[in-house]
């Protein structure tokens, strides 16, 4: 079978190289190297040892995205006929309908911005990077499922374009894509991908998937957990209103809960997580400066917090990290090499960043119930400054250093 | 009292950056920010002069200008406030010409650190708005201090992040028509749609 490929390939490299089409290089080498192992060497001064290309980092986390993707398909399914009224529904039928509204976003997510990956490969005559292959995949899964597809496929094409390729492609960005385009949506489309109509998924499915279900008019109250806590009269504390909405803290650990799609389940991003953190591709500083950074600020919320404040600052903060896309965030966005400081002092301000920021917009922001997205823009654009002093104070101490000797 | 005044800086730094939420002083902010340590220059100059010129200006206007100011020179019905823009902007050329004699006499080194860039605050559009901003909003005198200084300090939080983040790009293969200010000004437009992360806090 792999003779036959490179057989194939082997024939129509030619035709592609400086043949006909030669304007289609760069989609026939993606191809190639899709299929075969590369045998390119690098050239110019650095002599890379390893396996480890980009490609290999970033289908790491595709596979560490896969517990994520599964729970998803079934939780939006569940959640889905939950919102129609119907009970208990099987475990195939929700994966079949949770699957049936997710694969035409991923696919959207994936034809739109290959699309705008290999035109920017073609104009300025380079190979097709890997990158969006995580991008491509992260983006769907911090939607709502019913987003439709025209916005997503905008908000895909702001993501790859603004957000990456005017930059110089991956590795140069200086906001995450993925949440750059999410960001672009929130602002531009705020209807589509908030209220508490969101999660149904009604046009979406097919008759045959939901089993004639119909819609029940407001048969469901959709509100997710983080929009709960926010809308809770002041006085009762957010334990208690999370209760009253009928979510317990297992609830919320293990997903079964409405959100956009990939970010409900704490406990399938933690397998996730390991599979990040045991490859080393995603940086554990930066994945624990961000849970201490939360950690740290929503217990001095706690501590703070009065009667009269609003629900959010009683949250205590192991509720915190299960809830909303926190956990999503700090394991897939905020260990992005790219966008990330670089250093590793820098790692460690760049996490407690986010997580403190995360904290702080959802318990004082009334615009936005979820802050980790923002947090993460916010931090990305902040680490270049904190790399650029955390380097300059190692270069004063090694010259005191020197000095001294 | 402390808390509201704390309020007002935060609010000026982060929610309402002059910079990335009003889009003030962009000329200083775009062309000045390729080094870090020269925008970090600038932005302390730009601090420096804001809080100096805010608070005199509100004293112009609240002793001289504004409806009804003259009342202690036995001018009641007197109001000035047409010639607003005309005084902000000389009180504002006067004190930076002030400050710069000022640096240039006591501090050598720190005026060579500014260079060219103190005389160029006072066409900074940052400044005026400051102390147009003042007068809308009917601050207090101790509003206005915290404002203007705040003001500042956004202004030179934000320059020092695009500085850092131009550094950063020197190794980026841009495309050449974005080259320069092109890609800066499409930084600065996610610079602030990072900045909205703070937009609806209500201090």
Redesign the interface.
């Known amino acids: 079978m792999l003779r036959f490929v490179s057989g194939m390939i082997g024939k129509f490299e030619p035709m592609f190289k400086d043949g006909p089409l030669k304007i289609a290089y760069p989609a026939f080498e993606a191809g190639e190297t899709f299929f075969l192992g590369t045998h390119h060497r690098s050239t110019g001064l650095t002599h890379v040892r390893d396996h480890q290309d980009t490609k290999r980092l970033m289908i790491t986390v595709i596979y560490a995205l896969l517990p994520v993707l599964t729970f998803a398909m079934w939780n939006t399914g569940y959640q889905g006929f939950l919102a129609e009224g119907v009970q208990s529904p099987s475990i195939v039928s929700s994966f079949l309908r949770g699957a049936w509204a997710m694969f035409p976003m991923i696919l959207t997510s994936y034809a739109v911005g290959g699309f705008w990956e290999a035109l920017f490969a073609m104009l300025?005559k380079r190979e097709i990077e890997e990158g969006f292959l995580v991008t491509g995949m992260l983006f769907p899964l911090i939607l709502a499922p019913s987003t439709p597809l025209w916005v997503l496929a905008m908000g895909v094409s702001f993501g790859v374009v603004?957000?990456k390729?005017?930059?110089?492609?991956v590795g140069?960005n200086?906001?995450n894509p993925a949440l750059?385009g999410r960001?672009?949506i929130f602002?531009t489309y705020p209807s589509m991908i908030s209220g508490s109509g969101v999660w149904d998924l009604g046009a979406k499915s097919p008759e045959f998937l939901t089993g004639g279900a119909v819609a029940l008019a407001d048969g469901y109250t959709g509100a997710t957990p983080l929009l709960a806590v926010s809308s809770a009269a002041p006085g009762t504390s957010a334990v208690e209103a999370l209760t009253q909405a009928g979510y317990s803290f297992f609830d919320l650990f293990v997903g079964v809960i409405p959100g956009s799609v990939g970010e409900t389940s704490a406990l399938a991003i933690l397998m996730g997580a390991a599979v990040i953190l045991l490859s080393g591709v995603g940086s554990w500083r930066a994945m624990s400066g961000t849970v201490i950074g939360l950690v740290g600020v929503s217990f001095l919320f706690n501590l703070l917090a009065g009667p009269e404040n609003n629900a959010f600052m009683t949250l205590p903060p192991h509720y915190h990290l299960v809830m909303g896309g926190f956990a999503f965030g700090a394991v897939f966005m905020a260990t992005d090499p790219v966008t990330a400081a670089i250093t590793p002092t820098g790692k460690w301000i760049y996490g407690i960043g986010i997580g403190g920021?995360a904290a702080l917009?959802r318990v004082?922001?009334?615009?936005?119930p979820e802050?980790m997205m923002?947090?993460i823009?916010?931090m990305?654009?902040?680490s270049?400054?904190v790399?650029?002093y955390v380097v300059q104070g190692s270069r004063k101490r090694r010259q005191a250093r020197l000095a001294a000797a | 009292m402390i808390e509201q005044y704390l309020g007002l800086a935060i609010k000026s730094i982060f929610v309402e950056n002059i910079t990335l939420a009003y889009f003030l002083g962009m000329c200083s902010f775009l062309a000045v920010s390729k080094r870090?340590e020269t925008a970090v220059g600038l932005g302390a100059a730009v601090v420096f002069v804001l809080a100096i010129t805010t608070p005199v200006n509100w004293l112009l206007n609240e002793f001289i200008l504004r409806e009804g100011a003259l009342a202690w020179a036995g001018l009641p019905n007197m109001d000035l406030s047409f010639l607003g823009f005309i005084s902000f902007i000389a009180v504002i050329a006067a004190m930076v010409q002030l400050v710069e004699m000022f640096i240039e006499r006591f501090s050598d080194s720190l005026y060579n650190a500014l260079g060219i860039f103190l005389p160029l605050i006072a066409v900074n559009c940052a400044i005026l708005g400051a102390s147009l901003f003042m007068v809308e909003r009917s601050y207090t005198f101790g509003e206005t201090v915290v404002f203007g200084t705040a003001s500042g300090v956004g202004f030179a939080l934000a320059i020092?992040?695009l500085?850092?983040?131009r550094?950063?790009?020197r190794?980026?293969?841009?495309?050449p028509a974005?080259r320069g200010l092109g890609?800066t000004m499409?930084?600065t437009g996610?610079?602030s749609?990072?900045?909205?992360?703070?937009?609806?806090?209500?201090l």
Request: hydrophobic residues 60%.
């Open positions: 300025r603004i957000g390729e005017v930059f110089g492609g140069m200086i906001l750059t960001a672009f602002f920021l917009v004082v922001n009334p615009a936005y802050g923002l947090a823009l916010f990305n654009m902040f270049p400054l790399d650029y | 870090v020092a992040i500085a850092a983040i550094y950063k790009m190794y980026s293969d841009i495309p974005l890609i499409l930084t996610l610079m749609i990072a900045f909205m992360t703070f937009a609806g806090i209500s």
